[in-house]
């Protein structure tokens, strides 16, 4: 009769339980493998240290014993540490049913417990199946005693290393302005590799490198093949997270990467060097908790030259029930090869304080200092600035009144000149007397430094009174009307004027529901103002600003949102200043799921304005002919337009083509900003100034074999490019 074998489950379950709940670890306090890890494909090379027991089979009888016991041998993962060791019913819940003998019990139980002699008496329900006549009984025995103060044995294991790489052919074609082609060949072979030092994650390291070697020729207008070239190119990662799951997690990166390895890149000679650390640190106890970075990135390039950024960074954060406070503070030096040299100091404070259920408090200040060579220049030029603001608000629920106070200190000092100074009073309140009226009253002082060193108080005072009718609904059309006036006095050294003003303003919105889940909205707005001053600056004006919008919404489910706009707005000004403006803005924003394979995601916004304005000048010589009128108004007209465009779409679809594992992906990326951020101190901005990006990918994966069809125009620097690319590549491993 063939003894019980534990079914796979069973068995399983006992092995990845053992670790758990005998001692927590394979090798106590060593080097260790979580038991999750033992269910893992890829571990069972792993080599672990184990405690071999053998047993007999025999049956015991009175009197009789088998000359020869048929022994096998079962592996057992070791316990290290007496410790740690399990309770008797704790073994027998894990150990296979071939086991549960009394000798391998005392041995197993001895091993547990430290060498200790167990006497373990059988159970009636282990009995093995007799394997023939068993004439001789079997004598137990016990393992001897160990020696107390003999040192325990620790026993190391080499964790699990989780690898995986890559080979890869690449094919591009890449062109820049009226240049001629430029074709590669790119040979790629690239590993990587992750692991951890000590389970529960005393360390957790990843590392990684690429190597690519290029064969690049370029291509002239007739077909005619010159200029060949071949390279080489290496790029690597190394990476460390220490005590990730601690109250004081530290994480260190190194990073050499070479353009040559990445096919999608814009230049083909540039190599960066990048080096991060981060530390963390929270109490056991509080509120609190801090950090402190430093990143360290190097653009080295054979026609720029190197872009060095180096960055020390801070913070520092408590967050209560009624309060919050983040302050940050960081030092940046970037310096260039063709002279640039900027040196950056930032130091910001936010504090929000919520003293009663119906007053808040908020506070900020920052301080900056920039100095800064430019190319070319031996002269450098700094900048320093302080500024501070707090603002509070008070907002009772069951009250008609709502009040403000704020104060602002800005201090400025350029190229060790004088010191600007200026400070801000301001207060205001807000009485609602009806649904409909309501009426406010605010004040100012604003004390400032004027050209000549001397300072100079400006008030200013308003009285404002609003009146919203109720709307007027006529189906899905709604009517909103409304009327503002307003008076003001400004009052300083050296003048003072007063002003009125009033405004009447009408809107009519309307929507409709194409379908369940989509809706569409539209309105149009009027407003008529006028203002009369009166005092120093007598200026009577008039505006008429007209405005209409039209808005798309779609909501197929709670995680997938999107909104479509377009608005146009002019605003003309009549009277003592005459200017126009217009302007036309189209925005997309949202994530949109269109299909079961397909999604459509971003944040674009495209604007367009105009801009008119007639500027006076005074004569300073009267004649007779100006007796009556000193003061001739002589009129120049400016006028302006601007594009601009910022935002990314991009657009996924999983199968396309209807064909599975086919995917394409479009990107379209556009920004009209022509700030360089790493003169800022930003380690991770771009050098270059990336106006508009359209790139199209598609991708077919079978297996671990991975084809890609890439097409790409970019403006670049003012440069045009156009890439055209194919690349086949084989992943090997866990990655």
Do not use: C
């Not at 073994?91 to 060498?115: D, H, K, W, Y």
């Not at 370029?218 to 071949?230: A, D, F, H, L, R």
């Not at 707005?525 to 200026?539: P, R």
């Not at 359209?694 to 074999?705: I, K, N, P, S, T």
């Amino acid at each position: 009769m063939k003894p019980h074998r534990p079914s796979r489950s069973s068995r399983r379950a006992a092995f990845a339980l053992s670790p758990l709940g005998l001692a927590g670890f394979f090798v106590g306090s060593t080097l260790a493998q979580p038991a999750q890890a033992i269910e893992h494909p890829h571990s069972d090379a792993l080599s672990l240290p184990r405690l071999k027991l053998s047993y007999s089979l025999g049956h015991a009888s009175e009197g009789n014993r088998a000359p020869d016991a048929v022994v096998r041998p079962v592996t057992l993962p070791l316990i290290s540490d007496a410790a740690t060791a399990p309770m008797p019913d704790q073994i027998e819940g894990v150990l296979p049913g071939l086991l549960r003998t009394a000798a391998s019990r005392s041995l197993l139980l001895a091993q547990s417990t430290g060498g200790a002699t167990v006497t373990v008496s059988p159970r009636k329900d282990e009995e093995p199946a007799p394997r023939g006549p068993q004439p001789a009984a079997r004598a137990s025995t016990s393992p001897p005693p160990e020696d107390e103060n003999r040192p325990k044995e620790k026993r190391y294991g080499l964790a699990p290393i989780r690898w995986g790489g890559q080979i890869a052919y690449t094919r591009s074609r890449f062109r820049t302005d009226d240049s001629a082609w430029s074709e590669t060949n790119a040979y790629e072979l690239g590993a990587q590799a992750s692991s951890y030092i000590l389970a529960p994650w005393i360390a957790l390291i990843n590392g990684g490198a690429t190597v690519v070697m290029t064969d690049s020729s370029n291509t002239g207008s007739t077909g005619q093949v010159s200029g060949g070239s071949e390279n080489v190119g290496v790029s690597g990662t190394l990476g460390a997270n220490i005590f990730p799951v601690s109250r004081f997690p530290f994480s260190l990166e190194l990073r050499a990467t070479d353009s040559r390895t990445d096919a999608t890149s814009f230049d083909r000679n540039r190599k960066t060097y990048r080096l991060s650390a981060r530390q963390d640190y929270r109490p056991a106890r509080g509120e609190w908790s801090t950090f402190a970075t430093y990143d360290f990135d190097r653009i080295q390039e054979s026609e720029l030259g190197d872009d060095t950024v180096h960055r020390l960074a801070g913070g520092y954060r408590v967050q209560g029930d009624n309060q919050t406070l983040d302050a940050n503070a960081s030092l940046s030096h970037n310096q260039r090869d063709d002279g640039f040299n900027s040196d950056i100091a930032l130091l910001t404070a936010n504090h929000y304080r919520r003293l009663r259920p119906d007053l808040t408090v908020t506070s900020n200040a920052s301080y900056l200092y920039d100095k800064r060579t430019p190319s070319g220049s031996a002269t450098a030029s700094d900048l320093q600035t302080l500024q501070a603001y707090s603002a509070a608000n008070w907002n009772p629920l069951n009250s008609p009144w709502t009040a403000n106070a704020s104060v602002r200190l800005a201090l400025s000092e350029t190229n060790g000149g004088p010191l600007n100074e200026s400070l801000s009073l301001a207060g205001g309140s807000t009485y609602r007397y009806s649904r409909n009226l309501s009426f406010g009253a605010s004040a100012t002082a604003n004390m400032f430094t004027v050209a000549d060193g001397d300072h100079e108080t400006i008030t200013t005072e308003f009285l404002t009174a609003t009146y919203n009718g109720d709307p007027l609904n006529f189906g899905r059309v709604s009517y909103n009307w409304g009327l503002t006036s307003s008076a003001s006095n400004v009052s300083g050294a050296n003048n003072s004027s007063q002003s009125l003003s009033g405004s009447v303003f009408h809107s009519l919105n309307t929507y409709w529901q194409p379908s369940a889940i989509s809706t569409i909205s539209a309105s149009g707005n009027q407003t008529l103002s006028h203002i009369k001053g009166f005092g120093d600056e007598a200026l009577s004006t008039s505006t008429l600003n007209h405005s209409a919008s039209l808005n798309y919404q779609i909501m197929p489910s709670a995680a997938s949102q999107a909104m479509m706009g377009l608005s146009l707005t002019d605003s003309r000004s009549f009277g003592d200043q005459v200017s126009r403006f217009q302007m036309a803005s189209f925005q997309f924003n949202g994530n949109w799921i269109t299909s079961q394979y397909a999604a459509l995601s971003g944040n674009l916004t495209i604007q367009r304005t105009w801009r008119k304005q007639d500027d006076f000048a005074n004569e300073t010589t009267v004649s007779q002919d100006t007796v009556d009128d000193p003061f001739a108004i002589d009129t120049t007209q400016t006028s302006d337009t601007n594009t601009s465009t910022n935002g990314s779409v991009t657009y996924f679809h999983s199968r396309a083509f209807g064909v599975r594992d086919l995917r394409y992906s479009l990107r379209f990326i556009a920004s009209t900003a022509t700030t360089n951020e790493r003169e800022f101190g930003d380690p991770d901005g771009n050098r270059d100034r990336v106006s508009r990006i359209l790139e199209q990918d598609l991708d077919y994966r079978v297996g671990r074999l991975d084809t890609q069809l890439k097409m790409r125009v970019a403006e670049v620097d003012g440069r045009k490019n156009a890439l055209l690319l194919f690349r086949v590549s084989r992943s090997f491993g866990n990655f």
